[in-house]
């Protein structure tokens, strides 16, 4: 397997408009549980690269649709403790920061705000797999993202499916 596909949850990329769901890999929401899907699918599959898609919050108002991140933070993660908790891929794309909480105040070291992807980032940083990340943002961070985020899950879809016909246009 050259490509393997991974998102949180089934509903920010369902089955019925995946056009490659044997390729397709859902974690659950969290670092943890994505951290130990991508570990499997590496074991298992062995991909030459790994695509997590999903959706987002975004930090700045002129963002939106789907937003290629090459930046990537633990926000959960104390600096004091660790000196280095930022990974690269891509230093022109955007900045996400993860963590196993959902973000109802703007951040200011970031673009963007997610569950899943600083793990998945780490997991293909230590077994040397390609790495790219596209979120589609479905709200802006507020009070009220939960329930926006919500009601915009369904405008991502033409965006994946974009963008992973792209992919495998160009791994063949």
Known sequence: ???AIIVALEKEF????NPFPEYTFYTGIGKVNAAITATRIIERYEPKTIINIGTAGSCIRKLQGLVECGIFIDRDIDKKFVNDKTIITNRNKAIISTGDSFVTKKLEDCHLVDMEAYAIAKVCEINDVDFKCYKY???????N????????????????????????????
């Open 1 to 3: 397997m050259d490509i």
């Open 14 to 17: 369902p089955h019925k408009i």
């Open 137 to 143: 943002i479905t709200d802006y961070v507020g009070n």
């Open 145 to 172: 993202s939960t329930e926006i985020w919500e009601d915009n899950i369904k405008e991502s879809h033409s965006s994946f499916v974009k963008v992973i016909y792209d992919h495998f246009q160009n791994s063949i």
